[in-house]
Structure formats: structure tokens, C-alpha cells
């Protein structure tokens, strides 16, 4: 038994054997058919409690799992009073994100028209002492799943894809490698890029297929070529090594979008892209 493993069944004994829970539910990668695992994966695990403020305002019964290196702790407010978490990290590496539940709260999620994300991603109820998850809906494993983009999201990416690429730029003429690496890294690949490889792998697959949280599965589905053209788009400190990653981001961006466009029957931007190729060729030769 691995140590992950030997840590769950510590969890389900003490759940079992203490009143004050009355339901414990595994989510998460661990149940999900469509999620990778390895010894990194964590435990997902939800408490429902009869008496939820107890376990907030003592968090001495986490220790009974192993000792704590460390451990972040957000109360229900957080969550507008649904749930409370308590994110552990123990001395035998095993990482365990607890959900706490009162009672109430989570009937309430359960009679909810529609399953919350968390628990259509999987679930596995492992003690349920009152049949309080008789009537919780099966996982149907379709909120991860990449969704065919409207035209209308489509040309919005797209357009502030090449937009944004001007405060990239403008960021590298000046010398300001912090804000140059937000635009670059937060808006440019995470809100921008990462959709639009989604799309790119989704119509590859008839819209079937996840590829997990913010592409940790791209590279299985890609190509050695397109991999490469996408490596190209990282950079380090320099300011050099960030223009050419910028034109890295155009020349990717130009690849998928037209491919994309294609498969959609959408309408690329060819000219909006054609203008701000221009704008960052003419600002560069000024260096």
C-alpha cells in the first residue's frame, strides 16, 4: 500500500468511528476515468459535519492524519458560506485538500438543479452514515470537457490576442521585464493561447476530450513540430529572448487560428494580424 493510500484509509477510519461526521466523499483526479494520477496526485476529500464550527475553530484533528508541514486554511466566507477548506501538505509528502461541509449546506448542493463542477468532475462516497447522498446525480465528467467555441468568443480571443501583443512590445522597448512577463504570461498564454490550443486539440477530437487544467495534457496531444512552435513562445530574462518569443506567440497564433478558422467556418483575422505584425516589426527596428 502506498503512502497516499495508507493515508485514505487512516481518513476513512477516523470518519467512520467519529459522530460528528456523517459523510465523506473522494473527488477529484483520483475518481475521474479522464484524469491523469501519479504519486503526485493529491487526496480530494469532503466532510460533512453535524456540528461544522467545532472542526474551524480547532484545526488539532488534521494532525491525527500525520504531522504538518504546512497547511492553508480558508474558512466558508471565502466560498459565500457554501464550504470551508483545509489544504494540508504532511511529512510523508502525501497532499490532502479537505472540503468541509455542514450539513445544510451541502443538501443544499445536492437538491441544486445542476451538479456543481467538483462532483461532475468524479466522485466516490466512501462513508455516508445517514443516506444523505441518495439522491446526489451521477458524474457526467462534461464540465472538463473542451467546448466548441461560439464565433463570437472565437473573434473575441483572437482580436485581443493581437491587441495585447502591443503591450508586450511596448513593454520590451522600455525595459520593463515585470510587466512585459504579466502581459506575456498571464494574459497572452493563459487567457489567450491556452483556449486556443483547447479549441485547436477539441476540434481535433470531435469536442471529446479534456486536456485537464491549463493544458497539463497539451503536449500528449500535439505534434513534435507544433510542441516546438509552442516552446517557442517561452523566454527567460532577456529582453532579446522576449521579442523573439513574442513573434513566437504570432507566428503559433497565426498557425492555429487560420487551421482553426478553417474547421470552424469562422472568419480569421487576417488583417487585424497583418497590422499588428507591422506595429511590432516597425517599433523593434527603432531599438
Known amino acids: 500500500m502506498n503512502l497516499r493510500a495508507k493515508k485514505l484509509e487512516q481518513i476513512i477510519v477516523w470518519a467512520t468511528e467519529n459522530e460528528d461526521v456523517r459523510v465523506m466523499m473522494l473527488t477529484s ?5 479522464l ?4 504519486d503526485f496526485s493529491d487526496l480530494d476529500i469532503e466532510f460533512v459535519f453535524d456540528e461544522l464550527t467545532t472542526y474551524l475553530s480547532d484545526d488539532k484533528w488534521i494532525s491525527r492524519f500525520g504531522k504538518i508541514l504546512s ?10 458560506g457554501k464550504h470551508a477548506m483545509r489544504m494540508v501538505l504532511y511529512d510523508d509528502y502525501v497532499k490532502v485538500d479537505f472540503k468541509l461541509y455542514s450539513k445544510k449546506e451541502f443538501l443544499n448542493e445536492i437538491n441544486s438543479q445542476t451538479l456543481q463542477e467538483d462532483w461532475d468532475v468524479g466522485y466516490k462516497v466512501l462513508v455516508d452514515k445517514d443516506e444523505l447522498t441518495q439522491n446526489l446525480k451521477p458524474p457526467t ?3 472538463i470537457i473542451i467546448k466548441k467555441p461560439t464565433e463570437q468568443k472565437f473573434n473575441q480571443v483572437f482580436n485581443d490576442f493581437w491587441w495585447d501583443m502591443t503591450y508586450v512590445a511596448k513593454c520590451l522597448v522600455r525595459d520593463e521585464i515585470f510587466y512585459a512577463k504579466f502581459m506575456t504570461e498571464n494574459m497572452m498564454r493563459t487567457d489567450y493561447l491556452v483556449p486556443i490550443i483547447e479549441w485547436y486539440i ?3 477530437h470531435h469536442w471529446n476530450i479534456t486536456t485537464n487544467k491549463h493544458g497539463r ?4 496531444y500535439l505534434s513534435p513540430e507544433l510542441w516546438m512552435k509552442i516552446e517557442a513562445t517561452f523566454s527567460g530574462s532577456k529582453i532579446e ?10 507566428d503559433l497564433g497565426h498557425d492555429l487560428g487560420i487551421e482553426l478558422a478553417e474547421r470552424l467556418r469562422y ?3 487576417i488583417e487585424l494580424e497583418n497590422h499588428i505584425r507591422k506595429y511590432l516589426t516597425d517599433i523593434k527596428a527603432k531599438l
Open 29 to 33: 483526479s483520483l475518481v475521474n476515468p
Open 35 to 38: 484524469a491523469p494520477v501519479d
Open 217 to 220: 495534457l497539451f503536449k500528449k
Open 71 to 80: 497547511i492553508v486554511a480558508e474558512n466558508e466566507e471565502v466560498f459565500d
Open 267 to 269: 472568419n480569421y483575422p
Open 241 to 250: 529572448e522576449n521579442w523573439q518569443a513574442l513573434f513566437g506567440f504570432a
Open 141 to 143: 465528467y462534461q464540465s
Open 202 to 204: 477539441g476540434s481535433q
